[in-house]
């Protein structure tokens, strides 16, 4: 089984995707943009690989209107050598790769124009994946669409429009149930017209379930006959609802016990689990030392290194509480650990807390800060203080010390992203 996570890296250095207005888009700016997003997907590579995640949803804005047929260059010729390298790595290290196009690439709408940027933009995300050498287990994951008033006509609509598509988008094609129109019983049956793959999303299931007679597990096992060898492990969705939002808004963190009670739940473990949630890799790496079989400390405490100012600003009783339970060598409080993350991070800040927090990470720089720079930060305290600014003004100024003095352990924590 492999556990991951979509799109964006979060607390990591030189991830940050760079895109920019259409009107702004000549050939030297895409030029420019590719070249940096490619060297972030590179760096999201490297931290995946760190951390032993082995399942990655590429973002689509990779390589920002590489869909629109007035693309300036052949981005294929150009990167082709970076785009094999990272494929290479990929594969070398057994990474699994996906891709989602958004809500506006939609194959069964009644608009034609709208079916014309569909189709160009599966084939942007199919040529991205045969640029990078990636083998047939990797998808691109798709919605059936709308309903427009007739969903017998929107599900004929949408096989017709998929017998456009090229060969190489259709090995490459699976197909989702979502929160709105198409639930799991309609997907596998528009699945089975085209012998295509199925992804069970749980959370949206939950939302617009087919019926109420049968478990995810029954769901999960009838979306397994739709993988053949060829497509690789089958792959569901997993997340959760955010209390305070509307029904199928995804959670800001994957709440361990709610999805150890998922995962000890399913039949098998011969699958792959994608993650949607906001916190991104962060929920990856606790579900996935929360399962390991390798159970060791030091994971534990690498986690608890890059937390620990987080949870000291919200929650002093549980900063206390976490250095407790790691002290312990012989055990692997995995669960604990993070259940107390959870409720740490989860609370709100107050002004004392702040400062007391602040106060710790400025000591990283109390020997090495210039007298300017202590005494910017004592007049910043005394104004936050004073409520004249915001707690991510301070935060951004220790950042930039951060940065300036390379102290690696704050830079590496989550003090400036949480």
Not at 15 to 34: G, Q
Not at 175 to 197: C, G, M, Q, R, T
Not at 292 to 313: N, R
Request: charged share 25%; glycine share 4%.
């Amino acid at each position: 089984m492999r556990i991951g996570y979509a799109c964006l890296t979060v607390g990591v250095r030189d991830t940050a995707l760079k895109n920019c207005m259409l009107k702004n888009a000549d050939a030297a700016r895409l030029f420019e943009i590719t070249e940096h997003n490619l060297n972030c997907f590179d760096n999201m590579l490297n931290y995946n690989i760190r951390t032993g995640i082995h399942l990655f949803r590429v973002s689509s804005d990779l390589i920002p209107f590489a869909s629109r047929p007035d693309y300036p260059f052949s981005w294929q010729e150009k990167f082709s050598q970076k785009l094999k390298q990272l494929g290479d790595k990929a594969l070398q290290n057994r990474i699994r790769l996906s891709m989602h196009p958004g809500q506006y690439t939609v194959l069964n709408s009644p608009n034609a124009e709208v079916v014309k940027n569909a189709i160009s933009d599966l084939e942007y995300h199919c040529s991205l994946m045969d640029s990078m050498r990636l083998g047939s287990d990797s998808k691109i994951i798709l919605h059936i669409g709308g309903i427009y008033q007739d969903k017998k006509a929107a599900i004929e609509r949408f096989l017709i429009h998929y017998s456009y598509l090229s060969e190489a988008i259709k090995k490459r094609l699976i197909f989702e149930n979502d929160d709105k129109s198409y639930h799991i019983a309609d997907v596998l049956d528009i699945a089975s017209k085209l012998s295509a793959p199925v992804v069970f999303d749980n959370l949206h299931h939950s939302v617009n379930p087919c019926d109420n007679l049968h478990t995810d597990n029954f769901w999960i096992n009838e979306c397994k006959k739709t993988w053949k060898q060829t497509d690789g492990c089958q792959k569901i969705h997993y997340s959760q609802q955010e209390p305070s939002k509307k029904p199928g808004s995804h959670s800001s963190t994957i709440h361990i016990r709610d999805f150890l009670d998922y995962y000890n739940g399913l039949d098998s473990k011969d699958i792959d689990i994608m993650l949607e949630v906001k916190d991104k890799n962060l929920s990856a790496v606790k579900c996935i030392l929360c399962t390991s079989d390798t159970k060791k400390i030091g994971a534990l405490e690498d986690e608890w290194s890059k937390y620990k100012y987080s949870v000291l600003e919200k929650s002093p009783q549980d900063y206390l509480e976490i250095r407790k339970i790691l002290k312990n060598k012989s055990k692997y409080p995995a669960v604990g650990f993070y259940e107390l993350l959870e409720d740490a991070l989860y609370q709100q800040t107050n002004q004392g807390k702040f400062i007391n927090a602040l106060q710790h990470v400025w000591g990283y720089f109390k020997n090495t800060a210039s007298e300017k720079e202590k005494a910017s930060f004592i007049k910043m305290t005394k104004n936050f203080e004073q409520g004249n600014i915001s707690e991510h003004t301070i935060k951004n100024y220790l950042l930039k010390l951060a940065v300036k003095y390379q102290q690696d352990y704050l830079l590496n924590s989550y003090y400036f992203d949480l």
